[in-house]
């Protein structure tokens, strides 16, 4: 089974609480034990309005209601703790990194298996922390990041050269360890998930062209980022 978080925002933003009891009724019924780690994830996540969560029951949390942050997290479809990401990453200026990296969570890894070589293996490591280090860490989110940016910026200089976006980010891919249909499925999801932070407010409309979150003047110089968004908390 599947956790239960995402079904249990969908159930209490339709004014369906309390989430235990409408889901008792569906033909396939989740276990309450099930529901009632929902209910905690969520409130942990800061989606329900209640002091001290591991400290209530079950039928205390599920009379508190969504905060700001759930209802907008019930409109993303994603992950909610991975749709918290997207939210405060918007905010906080980094939404495409985040768009990214929430993605690549959501989605297989784009890099391939090397195989049992040793060499390959090495290279592929090799490759995964330069990635990661261009950005100026270590972790495997940051590769991703780097990668896809990688992976974007040869699809766009193939184009100025009259040559097919999709079949260079291909090529680039298959040129260090990665997949090119993963990584088309994961620019797919971004923009997925780009629409729907757009759609809460959380990403402007005149975003540049160029997809920095900066706001672009008549002279086409971007200026400061962008920091608007709804009520969170």
């Given amino acids: 089974r599947v956790p239960l978080d995402q079904l249990v925002l969908q159930v209490r933003a339709m004014g369906l609480a309390p989430s235990s009891g409408f889901l008792s009724g569906c033909l396939d019924a989740p276990a309450v034990a099930a529901v009632e780690a929902a209910e905690r994830r969520l409130a942990a996540l800061g989606a329900i309005l209640v002091d001290r969560p591991a400290l209530k029951t079950l039928r205390e949390i599920e009379r508190s209601t969504l905060s700001p942050l759930g209802m907008h997290l019930s409109r993303i ?16 200026g980094a939404q495409e990194a985040i768009l990214t990296a929430a993605a690549a969570l959501s ?38 990041v780097g990668a896809f940016e990688a992976y974007r910026q040869a699809a766009i ?72 968004g709804p009520q969170v908390l």
Avoid: N, T
Avoid at 110 to 128: C, D, H, I, T, V
Avoid at 164 to 174: E, F, I
């Fill in 77 to 92: 479809p994603a992950d909610a703790g991975i749709a918290k990401m997207l939210i405060y990453g918007s905010l906080l």
């Fill in 107 to 144: 989605a297989r890894s784009p890099f391939l298996s090397p195989g049992p070589e040793r060499e390959k293996r090495q290279a592929l490591q090799a490759e995964r922390e330069r990635l990661a280090k261009s950005l100026g860490g270590r972790s495997d989110h940051l590769a991703v």
């Fill in 157 to 228: 200089a193939a184009g100025r050269r009259g040559v097919k976006g999709w079949h260079a980010g291909r090529r680039w891919c298959a040129e260090h360890f990665l997949s090119g249909q993963r990584m088309e499925e994961l620019a797919e999801l971004r923009e997925q998930y780009r629409d729907a932070l757009k759609d809460l407010g959380f990403l402007d409309h005149r975003q540049s062209a160029a997809g920095d979150g900066s706001e672009s003047g008549r002279d086409g110089q971007a200026k400061v980022p962008i920091m608007k």
